[in-house]
């Protein structure tokens, strides 16, 4: 059995027994086979080293309050990897093939799934990158798809709690038809400067207004932005943001629990009308704003006055996990069960 002081983990990398992968040579994808070393052989002039040929996903194992292991919304990480893989020309991965290694993976290292009562969870990520040796610009012939798994424990220090976040004009993202809409890594270096200006003034992260017009909400580097106004959630429509899966599952909550959803621009302005808001994602779920400051105007957009986490927040945030972690029923049917 392994030793973790599992309360007090970090949202860091912790060594586990294996890791998952499988090749793609000469037009198809090969058997998965299992790895105990957590380092791989590349060639200096690989795709993924020069021309940034790389995908990848994050889900989450829970074990429940029953005891029983539950993966969230395993699939739709599946379709989404598909379509990174697409925008960047790498091969799809079959679904079934990522769903397998991802199930074999958890299993395989079932010692490192957190107890139930340490609100830890078994952080699971595949990754797709293109192995070729090139030095033109030109889509890779040979692929490796890897999943690995860690034990986290919250994204942000604190867990769920209200922090400030930013907002500045000096930084774009994405383009409005580049890959801010795939889960590729030349998206989170591209908002690495943003991110440590931010923490640098003492900020959780940096959210990002559309590249084109300076003008309406887009994301933070690594999540969602939602506000809530009264009875409705409301989330930024744009073609330069991650579909976030934590977002959709959010937004059906909200509805379940009869509130309004709106899919749409949302202009800076806007902000100050907004009763509470949050930055969402896999790694921190919920990540409860207390205010924004336009760095640039100097204006401030507050949504919590005592610190707390807003009403609504902290409902839809208990309803997630609780259907995560067995405490609700799983009404939408987005939990995959694994037998360790």
């Keep these: 059995m392994v030793e973790i002081d599992w309360k007090n983990l970090v949202f860091g990398y912790v060594p586990t027994d294996c890791n998952i992968r499988c090749e793609y040579k000469n037009g198809e994808w090969g058997e998965l086979t299992v790895h105990r070393e957590a380092t791989i052989n590349l060639h200096i002039s690989a795709a993924v080293l020069h021309y940034a040929q790389e995908a990848f996903e994050g889900l989450k194992a829970f074990r429940g309050v029953d005891g029983k292991v539950r993966i969230f919304r395993i699939e739709e990480n599946a379709k989404r990897m598909q379509s990174s893989c697409n925008g960047i020309k790498m091969p799809k991965l079959p679904i079934d093939k990522f769903t397998e290694a991802v199930i074999r993976a958890v299993e395989l290292n079932k010692d490192y799934i957190p107890p139930y009562e340490t609100g830890a969870s078994l952080y699971i990520r595949p990754v797709i990158f293109g192995t070729t040796p090139l030095v033109g610009v030109r889509p890779a012939k040979d692929y490796e798809f890897i999943v690995f798994v860690t034990p986290v424990g919250p994204y942000f220090k604190g867990g769920f709690q209200t922090t400030p976040f930013m907002l500045s004009r000096q930084y774009d993202r994405a383009a409005p038809l580049g890959t801010g809409n795939i889960k590729v890594g030349g998206n989170y270096a591209a908002g690495l400067s943003a991110s440590e200006k931010a923490h640098e003034l003492g900020y959780s992260s940096a959210f990002y207004l559309d590249s084109k017009e300076k003008k309406y909400i887009d994301e933070c580097s690594a999540a969602n932005f939602f506000a809530i ?78 610190g707390k986490p807003g009403e609504k927040s902290t409902v839809l945030y208990n309803y997630l996990r609780g259907i995560q972690y067995g405490e609700q029923p799983d009404t939408f049917g987005w939990n995959t069960f694994v037998e360790v």
């Design 229 to 306: 106004k009264g009875n409705t959630y409301i989330t930024p429509k744009s073609d330069s943001v991650l579909p976030s899966i934590t977002n959709v599952s959010l937004s059906k909550i909200a509805e379940l629990l009869g509130m309004k959803v709106e899919k749409r621009h949302i202009l800076v302005d806007e902000l100050s009308e907004f009763d509470e808001a949050g930055a969402c994602g896999t790694a921190a779920v919920i990540s409860p704003i207390e205010r924004i400051d336009d760095i640039d105007t100097g204006k401030a957009y507050i949504f919590s006055k005592d």
